[in-house]
């Protein structure tokens, strides 16, 4: 395991609540504070939608590496993880090909302090752990060399990690270069919370949020998630509701629209 991502990260606190542990409640985890309980409460009763769009994400997740595995991607970066759960991104792909490798990025000490759960790798196979910010681009690719072979296609997972980068720190910009830095053939999976479905309930859950989180959160209309993919051929059925993206015989319908935006790309050349 690699710690060495850590100068300049925020100081522990469990009084404010962050992403990871929030998620981790949602999913029905036990690795989270009072803080995250709180934020996570009052965030699902103001957009009830909020937990069965978790759980989609988690399952979307799965299929998109199944999906990339099958086109032949043994390698994965993994940028905003979050806690263990089941169906981690090397536990699918390792399923496929044990001799995948995945290097999993999150920037939050609780993470960290669980990774040793996500290092149990097949021994074919290998992953490590970077405790670092998604906007600490140039460190985390300098890092992932250290077990990914960035010559070889790489699939670069950005699962709902997006909406905590405001637009002045240009989101795009950043995902655009962790791309540009990976070699033609890999693949972007990415999710992001929509602002243009179920509206009013999303932009009150984000604000009982925001009002409680170290990491202010933003959702997206349809068309800014897409400017994602620029550089990319989108995947059919191209960026969609969760539950859409090429659902299979364990996709369960949550009975109401999810207020999340999902998508792969490949990058061609």
């Not at 710690?3 to 009084?15: I, V």
């Not at 991607?73 to 991104?89: E, V």
């Not at 999710?191 to 989180?213: C, F, K, L, Q, T």
Request: proline share 7%; with cysteine; net charge negative.
């Amino acid at each position: 395991m690699s710690d060495r991502l850590t100068g300049g990260m925020a100081p522990f606190n469990s009084s404010v609540a962050h992403p990871a542990r929030v998620y981790n409640f949602w999913l029905g985890g036990k690795d989270n504070y009072p803080a995250d309980e709180e934020a996570a409460r009052l965030a699902a009763a103001a957009n009830p939608q909020i937990i069965p769009a978790v759980r989609a994400n988690r399952a979307f997740l799965g299929r998109a590496v199944r999906e990339l595995s099958r086109a032949g991607i043994r390698q994965f970066l993994d940028i905003g993880t979050g806690i263990p759960a089941a169906d981690n991104t090397h536990e699918v792909a390792q399923r496929a090909d044990p001799g995948s490798r995945v290097v999993y990025v999150d920037n939050d000490p609780v993470v960290l302090a669980h990774a040793q759960a996500l290092l149990v790798s097949a021994p074919e196979g290998a992953t490590d752990y970077l405790q670092a910010d998604l906007r600490d681009v140039d460190r985390i690719l300098a890092e992932a060399r250290n077990t990914l072979d960035l010559s070889r296609p790489v699939g670069l997972m950005l699962v709902a990690i997006l909406q905590y980068i405001p637009d002045a720190d240009d989101p795009w910009g950043i995902a655009r270069q962790l791309l540009d830095a990976l070699p033609a053939g890999s693949y972007l999976v990415l999710s992001h919370p929509a602002s243009d479905i179920g509206a009013d309930e999303v932009s009150e859950s984000m604000r009982v949020y925001n009002e409680r989180a170290a990491e202010q959160a933003a959702p997206r209309r349809h068309a800014e998630v897409s400017r994602f993919f620029e550089g990319t051929r989108i995947l059919d059925p191209g960026v969609v509701e969760l539950p859409q993206w090429r659902p299979d015989a364990d996709t369960v319908s949550e009975g109401g629209p999810l207020p999340m935006w999902c998508g792969v790309g490949h990058k061609e050349q």
